[in-house]
């Protein structure tokens, strides 16, 4: 019978799940980035074609488009500040809705 890898009390796991701060599992950091790039990007694209119909709108929505990135890379580099993050990345995300509608 082989031992379950999940199984926290098989001494060849090596991630203990009473522990507090179990470090980073493979490559989680890495993908989290690119994710927030890559919406970074989406939101400079979608200002592009907004801007292309609506130029005020086009811009506010470019406007946000490094908030977003940094607003990223302080989530990577601070991860107590995840809240905070996703409270100000659901209210840009908000206003460029409005503004894509209204426009």
């Known amino acids: 019978m082989t031992p379950d890898p999940a199984d926290p009390g098989d001494p060849s796991n090596p991630r203990d799940p009473r522990d507090p701060d179990p470090g980073d599992p493979g490559l989680a950091r890495e993908r989290t980035s690119l994710a927030w790039t890559r919406t970074a990007l989406s939101f400079a694209a979608l200002g592009g074609v907004v801007l ?52």
């Open 52 to 103: 292309k119909k609506d130029v005020i709108a086009g811009l506010i929505i470019l406007s946000a488009t490094p908030v977003i990135w940094k607003l990223g890379r302080l989530a990577h580099q601070r991860p107590g500040r995840l809240k905070l993050v996703t409270v100000t990345i659901v209210a840009v995300s908000l206003v460029a809705l409005a503004v894509a509608i209204t426009s």
